[in-house]
């Protein structure tokens, strides 16, 4: 079975603009479709929400990006498409239950992390990583594009 047209260009959308502020009204303009169709078809196709999706998406990435570095959360944040500490630290713990703190000691001072916190992250990742490629997996589905053939015709 082949994957949605709509939703490949969506998820290429989302991927390109991932690190800037994503809306359904953003969505809906840009592909001419009715948000709640949209939504739907999202939600049908890859199995989550679109802001679960982007969410997911830009909290894998600022895992990465603590894992690489030792930046400061705040710019962390930013550089992942969130435009409030708050909101980053609120949809961190949402989707992995642990603060980023956390993930910060387990990468840099493992001492302090409990067995049931490495866990946890442990799961996260694993979960985070398998969301990250939905997009290629989904867009690996796609139905060949045929480029039309033109007949010549030597009669006119």
Sequence with gaps: MYSNNLICEILIYIDENIKNKITIEDLENKFFYNRYYIMKLFKKEIGLTIVEYINSIRIYNSILLIKNNNSNFINIAFK?????????????????????????????????????????????????????????????????????????????
């Design 80 to 156: 992942n498409g969130f435009y409030s500490l708050e909101y980053f630290s609120e949809t961190f713990k949402q989707i992995t239950n642990l603060n980023p703190r956390k993930f910060k000691d387990y990468f840099f001072h493992k001492k302090s992390i409990s067995f049931d916190d490495i866990d946890k992250i442990n799961n996260s990742i694993v979960k985070l990583y398998e969301i990250s490629n939905i997009k290629d997996n989904y867009l690996s589905k796609q139905k060949p594009v045929i480029a039309p053939v033109k007949k010549l015709s030597i009669f006119k």
